[in-house]
């Protein structure tokens, strides 16, 4: 993979407040929702046998914009999804950084050469979406699960940097774009003035660390450039035993954010670059194809 390099990363987040209206770092923006998950399209769709709910009790039965909602349907829009969960359509992401893709993020800021440590945010820094999935009959069945990031005009910088985490019974799985080994920060607790950015390239290597701060390498699975879209990266997840309509549905937690201590995450600014995220859901036995 071409090494695209972003401004945008862990360590540059001060005072959110301060670099909004200052402008002297680049933000991510989403720009938006829509950008963020093509809405208005094929949000989070399901088929092949399958029928999903998101977090606040109900779904859409079509992708129309104002369709009507029902409790178990084939698409999840922002409105199916519980307040807190995801950024909102203003919001930015801010980079954070996890290695495991479950409950352990931080954040990290950069002020005087030093690092320290901030708070990170679900639904402000960060996506999480809590998906019910089931069969549409009475017997189980298993499911597969595709995700795609997705950049602009072969821009793929936010892409580069992105992550998706899946958990679905028990085990999380982590997807990104082919690079370099991403050590990721599992400190909270770094204290000011303690441990510098020595190279001057805002991310914590582990030369940097010293001790002081808690790193973990990153295990994830590869997003594969698509054939016929190159701003394309995908990869499907097997969901095996996926519960009868008869009971409440399994719990999937799927979690976007921006791996700030990703190597990807340096360099020039990464200010209004495009991302959008897509789900789909079907049946394992569904023969895999090429989303346009």
Known sequence: MAKRKLGLSLIVLIVAATTMVSGTYAWFLVGGFAELFDLGFEVIEAGGGIEIQGSAGHAHATAEEGAEQVEWGAYLN????????????????????????????????????????????????????????????????????????????????????????????????????????????TSNDISPATVMDSNNNSIIDQSEAQGEVNLSAQTVTTLEQ??????????????????????SGDEIIVRIWIEGNDTDCTGEKLSAKYLSAKITFGSSSDTETETP
């Open 78 to 185: 922002r409105d199916c999804f519980a307040a807190g969960e995801l950024i909102a359509e203003d919001g930015k992401y801010a980079p954070v950084s996890s290695a495991t893709g479950k409950d352990d993020f931080t954040k990290v800021g950069l002020e005087g050469g030093y690092f320290a440590s901030l708070t990170p945010q679900v639904g402000v820094d960060y996506n999480e979406m809590r998906i019910k999935i089931r069969s549409t009959t009475t017997e189980t069945v298993d499911a597969r699960m595709n995700i795609a990031l997705t950049g602009r005009d072969g821009e793929n910088e936010a892409v580069s940097a992105a992550r998706v985490s899946v958990t679905y019974k028990g085990t999380t799985t982590i997807f990104a774009m082919a690079g370099d080994t991403t050590y990721a920060v």
């Open 226 to 247: 698509s054939e016929v879209d190159t701003n394309r990266f995908e990869a499907t997840l097997d969901l095996p035993g996926v519960v009868a309509n008869t009971g």
